[in-house]
C-alpha cells in the first residue's frame, strides 16, 4: 500500500455543488474494486452522467489518487486520463449538430 498524495483530504468534495468526497475514491478501490477513472466517475458516482463540466475538473484529482495508490506510472496515470476524457466527450452533442427545438417543429402539422 502507498501513500497517498499531501493534498489527500478524506473529506473534501471532488465535485461542485456534489456530495462525493475523496475517501470515496479510495473506499471503492478497496471495497467496490474500481480500478480506473472511467469507472469511478461513470459508476461508481455516476458523475460523468449528472454533470460532464464537474465530471471533467474531477478527473486529474481522480487520476492522482488512484494513481498514487495503485502505483501508476506516468503513461498509465495519462492513459487512464485520456481514456476518462473520451468517455466524456463522448456524452457531449456535437457542435451545431442538432437544431434547436422550435425550427423542427415549425411547420407540423396540427392535430
Known sequence: VRKL????DPYRRIAKDFPYIQAE???SMEHEYSCSVTDF????T????LHEKEARKAVPLVAHIMGDRLAWSTAER???IAD???LL????PPPSSTKPLA???SGAAEL
Open 5 to 8: 498524495p499531501k493534498e489527500f
Open 46 to 49: 455516476r458523475l460523468a452522467f
Open 25 to 27: 475514491i479510495l473506499y
Open 103 to 105: 425550427s423542427m417543429t
Open 84 to 86: 476518462a476524457y473520451v
Open 89 to 92: 466527450d463522448s456524452m457531449m
Open 78 to 80: 495519462d492513459r487512464h
Open 41 to 44: 466517475l461513470a459508476r461508481r
